[in-house]
């Protein structure tokens, strides 16, 4: 089974900074399409963000992107607004197993 | 507009059983494989089960093995987890979840909360 792992735990940024998470698996996820972020909110259900590590689902800024392969993925905010301050997941698909990351909490600074 | 909506969850005791559903509407439910997938309280995101789009391929994480059983009736548009010898570990809310291609979950009811406790 594939373990992601998130980092870091909290970012704590100003509105209009840049954002960085990292989602590393413990073993190389077969395929780019098998890697998905999510976004929640306090008391909200996850929203996807991406799916196949970097492809925006429907109705997601632009600002939101993602990149990576192999076993080392990055979701990148670019100017975060008021809206993005939430929790965000990876998640990965391999042999019939889907697996979340911990989450990395981005806060207000 | 995908609307998936959660029932079923309460407080039930050590041991005891419960089945949840989700009704799903505004996509063809038959096309799509389903998931759920628990959160318990403060704590990430787990999934839990999956189904196929024919219904005659299940899968379950390890914690739920033998003790959980997804299956889903076409012609209610109805996705169903019952529930068996739960344990104070399964206190999470339970979200159904649209499964895309069987890799990524692009669509989310709300939850239904299952608190199991003496």
């Known amino acids: 089974e594939i373990v992601l792992t998130q980092s870091p735990g909290t970012l704590s940024l100003s509105p209009g900074e840049r954002a960085t998470l990292s989602c590393r698996a413990s073993q190389s996820v077969s395929s780019s399409m098998y890697l998905a972020w999510y976004q929640q909110k306090p008391g909200q259900a996850p929203r996807l963000l991406i799916s196949g590590a970097s492809s925006r689902a429907s109705g997601i800024p632009d600002r939101f992107s993602g990149s990576g392969s192999g076993t080392d993925f990055s979701l990148t905010i670019n100017r975060v607004e008021p809206e993005d301050f939430a929790v965000y997941y990876c998640?990965?698909?391999?042999?019939?197993?889907?697996?979340f990351g911990q989450g990395t909490k981005v806060e207000i600074k | 507009e995908v609307q998936l909506l959660e029932s079923g969850g309460g407080l039930v005791q050590p041991g005891g059983s419960l089945r949840l559903s989700c009704a799903a509407s505004g996509f063809t439910f038959t096309n799509y494989a389903m998931s759920w997938v628990r959160q318990a309280p403060g704590k990430g995101l787990e999934w839990v089960s999956l189904i196929s789009v024919s219904g005659d391929r299940t899968y379950y994480a390890d914690s739920v093995k033998g003790r959980f059983t997804i299956s889903r009736d076409t012609s209610k548009n109805t996705l169903y987890l019952q529930m068996s010898s739960l344990r104070a570990d399964d206190t999470a809310i339970y979200y159904c979840a649209k499964t895309m291609a069987t890799i990524y979950f692009d669509s989310w009811g709300q939850g239904t909360l299952v608190t199991v406790s003496s």
């Open positions: 998640q990965a698909y391999g042999a019939s197993r889907w697996t």
